[in-house]
């Protein structure tokens, strides 16, 4: 098993030193019958940056992803956030940890509008009796507070968050699962595929999503099979195959190509000159 870089000088510095992981995974094992999905894989995530996650088909990144956000229980290996030991056996374990996730399947109602959307499963009650027993909604207040935070990630394409999510285009309703884990994700937010279904315009405005929700001070993990986007927007790309992580590449230093013949096997990244590596790599 690979154990996680203990090499402090090497790790990406924060403005107090060397930055502990916000998320980290430590030899995490799934098996399905026969099949191991996961085989000791570990990831880090650091404060500030967007880590891209690629590999081949069936290299275990959804597994990796699912048990980050709670919805498979590893069969062995440790997570941590901000370095303390978590158990996430249910995705509603992994949001209060703070962990929000967008899911390649877009887990939107289309025939609901914007506001609700944002706020499904997490409906804002009015205040006194009439919220706490009466169970009544504050539409309103979450109408007010969907604009806000549409507005706040530069979603201004969206003009009325009463409208139905099925009218919206792929890319508008991609930015409201985007700004929905953007507003209450408060440490780390997860893309599968964001873009996989999405036309050059739309994924444009997602790229430019995804960075604002790092500008905004959430680390995002970005798992996508798009060589282009990620080598645009990573900070740091981890490779995953047959079931581990096998490098995390700096995308400064290496060519998609390398990242590519890495990532199918083809090329072993010992071979790759220093300043491909991301610091705290292999
Ligand atoms: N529920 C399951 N039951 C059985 N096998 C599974 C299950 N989920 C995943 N696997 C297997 O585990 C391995 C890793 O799958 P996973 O979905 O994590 O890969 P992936 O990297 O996300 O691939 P892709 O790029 O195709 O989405 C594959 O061999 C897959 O067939
Ligand atoms: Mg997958």
Redesign the pocket.
């Given at each position: 098993m690979n154990q996680p870089s203990t090499d402090a000088a090497a790790r990406p510095t924060g403005p107090t030193g060397p930055a502990e992981p916000i998320l980290q995974a430590v030899g995490l094992v799934k098996r399905?019958?026969s099949?191991t999905?996961l085989a000791g894989a570990d990831l880090e995530l650091y404060p500030g940056e967007i880590l891209a996650v690629i590999?081949?088909?069936?290299?275990?990144?959804?597994?990796?992803i699912k048990a980050l956000s709670g919805a498979v229980v590893p069969d062995a290996g440790q997570i941590l956030v901000e370095g303390r030991p978590v158990r996430l056996p249910t995705p509603i374990a992994a949001r209060e940890a703070g962990i929000e996730t967008v899911h390649q399947s877009l887990a939107v109602s289309p025939s609901l509008d914007i506001a609700t959307n944002l706020f499904l499963g997490r409906e804002l009650r009015r205040p006194g009796v009439l919220g706490s027993v009466f169970r009544m909604l504050d539409r309103a207040r979450m109408r007010s507070e969907a604009a806000r935070h549409l507005s706040e990630l530069g979603i201004t394409t969206i003009q009325n968050p009463n409208q139905a999510v099925e009218t919206l285009s792929g890319g508008q309703r991609q930015a409201v699962a985007v700004a929905r884990a953007a507003a209450f994700g408060n440490k780390v937010v997860i893309m599968d595929e964001p873009t996989a279904a999405l036309g050059v315009r739309e994924s444009r405005a997602v790229l430019d999503l995804i960075l604002k929700v790092r500008d905004s001070g959430l680390p995002v993990i970005l798992i996508s099979?798009n060589m282009p986007h990620v080598f645009e927007v990573a900070d740091r790309v981890h490779v995953?195959r047959l079931?581990r992580r096998i490098a995390t590449l700096a995308p400064s230093g290496c060519s998609m190509s390398d990242a590519v013949a890495v990532m199918t096997g083809a090329l072993d990244p010992a071979e790759l000159p220093e300043e491909a590596l991301a610091p705290g790599a292999l």
């Open positions: 399905y019958g099949v999905a590999g081949d088909n069936g290299a275990g990144k959804s597994s990796l099979h995953q079931g």
